[in-house]
């Protein structure tokens, strides 16, 4: 299969300055397309936006916080008013919590949680199929849901429900813009070699084994394996693909 090129488009990245968001940037911007860096961390947006620059890409940032709407409509106005258009939106960001019990967890945990996890995504969505739907030429969507979000994920009410609903909505938005040529997808990860995750190895080393025995292949994933994935769903390589939770996961919920 050849390489997907995005050689005219423009993609927008939230929870871009880090971890798999970050790294599928990169790779939207080696493929060729136009990136903007959305993050709550504005500094370090700029940061990832200038790395493609330097390497000869087109990019710019924008801060957001993706559980208020009028910034949501600001980095879709922003992509627009920067590079014309927008083609592909990987929606990335989201937030994870402490392992807690259901009973016990904190109702602004939960509200926190789902605020930005799948209200963030919502929003997201929102502003991101307007914008295509005036561009009259499709487009592709892919929202970050997780393995949790197609199995049942103990110790993590809020977190497991904010995915679940990840993949409903991602479904819902399939079946209304398919007639539209927009396509939307989700990317369902494991456990991912992030900078959070080799905190939390480092905190306790005994985690980093247990982790990898969960996945077929034992071993963690890496970011830019995550990467591939969403390339792949936004390009014209899945043409004939919507509405389809990828499981990116070593293999852990497929036994």
Known sequence: MQQQSFEGKVALVTGGAGGIG?????????????VVVADRDGSAAQLVAKEITVAGGRAAAVQVD??????????????????????????????EVEAQPTHECEEDTFDRVIGVNLKGVWLSMKHELTQMLAQGSGGAIVNTASVAGLVGAPMMPAYCGSKHGVIGLTKA???EYGRHKIR??????????TPMM?????????RQPRMERLHLLKRVGEPQEIANAVLFLCSDAASFVTGHPMAVDGGMVAV
């Not at 559980?67 to 980095?75: A, E, G, L, N």
């Not at 939307?184 to 070699?193: E, F, K, L, Q, S």
């Open 22 to 34: 970050r790294v599928t940037a990169l790779a939207f911007a080696q493929a060729g397309a136009a």
């Open 173 to 175: 938005a399939a079946a």
């Open 66 to 95: 993706v559980t208020r709407s009028d910034d949501v409509k600001h980095m879709v106005a922003f992509t627009v008013e920067r590079f014309g258009r927008l083609d592909a939106a990987f929606n990335n960001a989201g937030i």
């Open 184 to 193: 939307v997808n989700a990317v369902c990860p494991g456990v991912i070699n």
């Open 198 to 206: 080799e905190r939390a190895f480092a905190a306790d080393p005994r």
